[in-house]
């Protein structure tokens, strides 16, 4: 019902900056929670980012805080993660996910969201 698709991973260097990208389609997300999740080889999927599509309210885990921005446009149905001051420490492949916001749920768990996207590899070179 719902399809996420990213892009805008690649390869920068230490301190550089990209964008990620995340096309939504399908259900309305005027009711959703959209996040970001990463996961770097041999370890475990951790929360990035997570935004409340109606209201535009943003929550960051505490390591991307000051570093990443998470927004989005309602007109394209995107959400984006700007991603600054990158450490090799960010590289992991990064998934986009969705779940409706109901009352209770809990943004920061991988086992809250219902829909995910492909993930989209980020290399940051030392």
């Known amino acids: 019902q719902v399809l996420l698709v990213e892009s805008g991973g690649g390869l920068v260097q230490t301190g550089g900056s990209l964008r990620l990208s995340c096309a939504a389609s399908?259900?309305?997300?005027?009711?959703?929670?959209m996040g970001w999740f990463r996961q770097a080889p041999g370890k475990a999927r951790e929360f990035v980012a997570a935004i409340n599509w109606s209201e535009g309210t943003a929550y960051y885990a505490d390591s991307m805080k000051g570093r990443f921005a998470i927004s989005r446009d309602n007109a394209e149905s995107m959400v984006y993660l700007q991603m600054n001051s990158l450490k090799p420490e960010d590289t992991a492949v990064y998934y986009c996910a969705a779940y409706y916001g109901d009352s209770g749920s809990d943004y920061s768990l991988l086992y809250t969201y219902d829909y995910w996207g492909q993930g989209t590899q980020v290399t940051v070179s030392s």
């Open positions: 399908g259900r309305t997300f005027g009711n959703y929670f």
